[in-house]
């Protein structure tokens, strides 16, 4: 719901810093490896109870995860970019959650079961949108310039990253907010459904 507004705040910095790094020679693809492997560590350090260390590598890996599209559009953008930015940010958003449980499996591990299956809803929706919106050749450019269609919604990223850093925050309650940020994806991938019938279902 908010990447749209995120998109006009962030791109302007985003590119002038991608275009200092491509001219390193430093690739986007790359970038998203730095991304993800950061964002794995801040998984390692919630899972052991480090919280401060957590929050503050989850941040920068996300900023890492924007700085990859900046430099391919300073350089040049693949498919293969765009594949591997999408499976490492899947990659991503499914470590942290499973962190939570391992730190506290009692309290966490019902909710965390329940929060990774509304991603796994979320994500198969919103992929299998952007597949039929390449077939019948729609495009976007709301959440920026992206090699998927990226279709929206209740929760996108902003939405999920401010997610992880109340986690950060507040590991105490995490079962309670796990369930009502599980019952939000379960709903915006439900509108995503309604969306690509009313979008799809007659061609």
């Not at 491509?22 to 560590?41: E, I, P, W």
């Not at 470590?95 to 796994?120: E, H, Q, R, T």
């Not at 992929?127 to 929760?155: D, P, V």
Request: charged share 15%; proline share 2%.
């Amino acid at each position: 719901m908010l990447d749209g507004y995120m998109r006009k705040l962030i791109d302007g910095p985003l590119d002038l810093v991608g275009r200092q790094l491509a001219k390193t020679g430093v690739s986007a693809n790359a970038v998203t490896l730095a991304g993800l492997v950061l964002g794995l560590f801040a998984a390692l350090f919630i899972a052991i109870g480090n919280m401060q260390a957590g929050l503050w590598l989850l941040l920068i890996s996300r900023v890492a995860d924007g700085l990859d599209g900046a430099v391919a559009r300073a350089t040049h953008k693949t498919d293969f970019g765009g594949f591997w930015d999408i499976v490492a940010d899947f990659f991503f958003y499914g470590a942290i959650p499973v962190a939570f449980v391992v730190l506290d499996p009692s309290n966490n591990a019902v909710a965390g079961a329940l929060l990774l299956m509304s991603f796994y809803f979320n994500g198969g929706t919103f992929l299998g949108y952007a597949i039929l919106a390449e077939k019948h050749k729609l495009s976007t450019a709301q959440r920026g310039a992206k090699s998927l269609y990226f279709s929206t919604g209740l929760l996108e990223g902003t939405e999920t990253i401010a997610f992880f850093v109340a986690l950060c925050i507040w590991p105490q309650h995490f079962a309670i907010m796990a369930y009502l940020f599980a019952a939000a994806c379960f709903y915006t991938a439900t509108s995503r459904i309604w969306l690509a019938y009313q979008e799809f279902a007659k061609r």
